[in-house]
């Protein structure tokens, strides 16, 4: 799909997120939100990271994955199982993993802000998210 921000925008989330076969797409980008789909592959991952400057919001449409939020790897909040229409909320500094232990792939989106990704970003898998110059906040 095509980025459609920063104009204004309506979308059937559910469709969107369940339609979506790359590790990442992104749907809109404004100035202070960006919306992005993601399909986490069994035995994937998002990644280790933390956002020192943005909070994020994701919501599981379908599958399950581990949620691991905390100080550190060593020192989490949270490291919960965590399935279809469950959200998890990451504030800005917290170290974070979504971790696909299933067989079937996990659907999700997220919401950044503001914007992590170059507006227009598609990773058709995560390797190329490592790959990807603008990618450079990962742990």
């Known amino acids: 799909m095509a980025d459609h ?3 204004p ?3 059937d989330i559910e469709k969107a997120t ?12 404004g100035k202070n939100l960006q919306l992005t789909v993601m ?6 991952e ?3 990271e933390i956002h020192d400057d943005h909070d994020q919001f994701l919501r599981l449409e379908e599958g399950e994955l581990v949620a691991k939020i905390g100080a550190s ?3 989490l909040d949270i490291d919960q199982a965590v399935g279809a229409d469950w959200a998890a909320f990451v504030p800005a500094g917290k170290w974070h993993n979504f971790v696909n ?5 996990a659907k ?4 950044y802000a503001p914007a992590e990704h170059k507006p227009g970003t598609r990773h058709e898998t995560k390797a190329d998210a490592d790959n990807d110059p603008h990618e450079t906040d990962a742990v």
């Open 5 to 7: 921000g920063p104009n």
């Open 9 to 11: 925008y309506v979308v």
């Open 18 to 29: 369940l339609d979506n076969e790359a590790f990442r797409d992104t749907l809109w980008t």
């Open 39 to 44: 399909t986490i592959p069994a035995g994937g």
């Open 46 to 48: 998002i990644g280790a």
């Open 73 to 75: 790897e060593d020192d």
């Open 101 to 105: 232990e299933s067989d079937k792939p």
């Open 108 to 111: 999700l989106y997220s919401i």
